[in-house]
């Protein structure tokens, strides 16, 4: 048996349910999902967005209209051929040919421009419908994504959507023109002889018996098909996200077999599907086919006692062919129908979603110009999922203009979670947050967090080049104002031996870049934004000393015009800040200089030495 991940094996220790509960869970999440598709009901969501596209959606439904016409019509041309191509040695037959060779050549026009307008309007809502969706997620604060994984969201922008697509741009126009014909087709049916139309309704129900008796088992199948193999691709996602994790610890064999085992299991579940599949379509094949039989054999009948014609007789099975073809398509439509209508109830999900943090109605403006202060008063925060373990405790800062703060402490002090609510990714459930001296929650977020520059300790960077990435702190920054701010950074050296400088592709997060590399890079990008109000989150903790000792120069720079709050573990990079603020326990509980809190002999006097000392 294989070993569990390093999720499970953390997920046990932590005394949560194991990698088989945890497996069970999300399954049965998305059979509780899953099972709602029957309701169609989230599909009419779509409605804005088709409605405000009426033209080219009246064009495709007059075309399918046409289209269904001339597929109907080829059963009376046919019958015409038939009956009256023959007269008088075959006079008319070339006439009646070429009137069955222009409708079917008129089918086929007809039908080029139906698909053209239909998945023209398709594609077009569903282009509305993942740049809404995509709005909407990059509007969500980071408390919703607590409770939902990036994972789960980035299936519902792809796959969910794909399968709303294949009902927009596919599926509607296949069973619309379904309908049409099966309507068209048994009118056309009782027209030509309503006895044997009888007898072909008499069949109908028994071609439905196989499909609601397979039908569901089939789905259910399905539903654990996907779940398993879903499964099967997280795990695979994962192992590839942690790849050098994977293979430092040796562990391919193991994440191959699992990764395998899920395939296995996947598979099973498929086979047993594929087994009631090819009997469901067994049984519809003889109960179609044999009835068809059994009415052509009562129709040829009817043709030696001179009750029907030749041509009526091929009209006839021409026509139940039709009808026929269009009750099974219908039912695979249906599947269709069913599985979008359970993706568009989870995108709705996402696009209902409220985010915690949003503009208030009449958003206060921030003065103009930016004065770079910023103010914490009475501050209590937990976050979200964990209220019993408070990360600021009556929390008090001010920050003057130009100012340079050190907030100092052990890890889980409070000090990222300062920048945090100073950039409003949360509100406090206590006390007041201020940016020049306007609350942040009577602003518009984007406004407050426009007055910062923020470097984070992940220094997190794009796919994109060098240059995209700085110009992700300001996209009307020239190559010029690049290369200035990637000169302060120290990170010119690097870029420009890039194999095509500034236009080289970093790969996926920058992975190609060492990590001293990336926060360079990171902080030349908050450079460029030329933001009142610089907040360094650690910023130099992935650099070499002679790398941090010109950083630190350049940063020291930068900081002489603009507010700065640094944190940092490492002492030596704040001892020249204009205050150090000490914290513990989510609460201040010394501040001043250097010498000052040296002089002190508290916590700021107890960890200068303990660093200092081990250096």
């Known amino acids: 048996m294989t070993d569990p991940s390093p999720i499970a094996a953390r997920a046990e220790a932590d005394g949560r349910p194991g990698a088989g509960a945890v497996l069970a869970e999300q399954m049965s999440e998305a059979g509780e999902r899953r099972a709602k598709t029957r309701d169609i009901r989230p599909l009419m969501r779509l409605w804005p967005l088709a409605v405000r596209h009426k033209a080219p959606a009246l064009l495709a439904g007059f075309w399918l209209l046409l289209s269904t016409s001339a597929s109907l019509g080829l059963t009376v041309t046919a019958r015409g051929a038939i009956d009256n191509g023959f007269q008088g040695g075959g006079a008319q037959l070339n006439l009646w040919f070429l009137l069955l060779g222009a409708n079917a050549l008129f089918l086929g026009l007809a039908t080029a421009v139906r698909y053209f307008y239909v998945t023209k309007t398709g594609e077009r809502v569903i282009a509305d419908l993942r740049k809404a969706l995509f709005q909407r997620i990059l509007t969500l604060d980071p408390a919703f994504y607590v409770k939902m994984r ?28 379904n309908v049409l014909t099966l309507i068209g087709g048994i009118v056309l049916l009782m027209v030509v002889s309503p006895k044997l139309t009888g007898l072909v309704l008499l069949i109908v129900p028994v071609l439905i018996v196989p499909l609601f008796l397979f039908g569901r088992r089939v789905r259910k199948l399905t539903v654990a098909s996907q779940d398993r193999f879903a499964h099967a691709v997280g795990f695979a996602g994962e192992s590839v996200d942690a790849i050098e994790t994977v293979q430092a610890f040796g562990r391919e064999a193991s994440a191959i077999g699992r990764f395998g085992e899920a395939v296995e299991a996947a598979f099973g579940v498929s086979l047993t ?15 179609m086919f044999g009835g068809v039989t059994l009415v052509l054999w009562l129709g040829a009948q009817d043709v030696i006692a001179g009750r029907m014609s030749p041509g009526a007789l091929l009209q006839f099975v021409l026509l139940s062919v039709f009808a026929a073809g269009a009750v099974g398509a219908l039912g695979e ?34 003065p103009e110009p930016p004065r770079g202060e910023v103010s914490m008063s009475g501050v209590d925060f937990a976050y979200p999922g964990r209220p019993d373990l408070p990360a600021l405790k009556g929390f008090s800062l001010t920050v003057r203009p130009g100012e340079t703060v050190a907030l100092v402490g052990p890890s889980g002090a409070g000090k990222s979670t300062v920048f945090r609510l100073l950039l409003r990714f949360y509100d406090p459930q206590a006390g007041a947050v201020t940016v020049d001296d306007v609350d942040v929650r009577d602003a518009d977020p984007v406004a407050v967090r426009g007055r910062f520059a923020w470097v984070s300790q992940e220094a997190p960077l794009f796919s994109g080049s060098a240059l995209e990435n700085i ?10 104002d690049a290369r200035a ?41 908050a450079l460029v934004r030329e933001a009142p109000i610089l907040l360094l989150d650690e910023a130099t903790s992935a650099l070499d000393a002679e790398s941090e000792r010109l950083v630190q120069a350049a940063l020291d720079q930068a900081m002489e015009a603009r507010t700065t709050l640094v944190i940092a573990h490492r002492l030596a990079t704040v001892l020249r800040a204009d205050r150090i603020v000490v914290m513990q326990d989510g609460a201040v509980v010394e501040q001043g200089t250097h010498p000052e809190l040296i002089a002190r002999g508290g916590l700021y006097a107890r960890l200068a030495e303990l660093q200092f000392r081990a250096e």
């Not at 990036?150 to 023109?177: F, K, N, P, Q």
């Not at 599907?273 to 109960?287: D, E, N, P």
């Open 471 to 480: 110009r992700f702190g300001r996209e009307t920054a020239t190559e010029d």
């Open 333 to 366: 439509s249906w599947g269709d129908v069913q599985k979008a209508a359970g993706a568009m109830q989870r995108i709705d999900e996402l696009m209902q979603s409220q985010p915690a943090i949003a503009p208030p109605a009449s958003p206060r403006a921030l």
């Open 150 to 177: 990036t994972g789960e969201v980035l299936s519902r922008l792809t796959t969910d959507i794909a399968l709303v697509e294949t009902l927009m741009t596919t599926s509607v126009s296949y069973a619309l023109r």
């Open 485 to 525: 701010v990637a000169a302060e950074a120290q990170a010119l050296g690097f870029i420009e031996a890039l194999p095509e400088g500034f236009a080289t592709p970093l790969g996926e997060r920058g992975k190609s870049l060492s990590g001293g590399q990336r926060q360079r890079l990171a902080i030349a990008r």
């Open 273 to 287: 599907r594929m087994k009631a599949r090819a009997w469901m379509t067994a049984l519809i094949i003889i109960v």
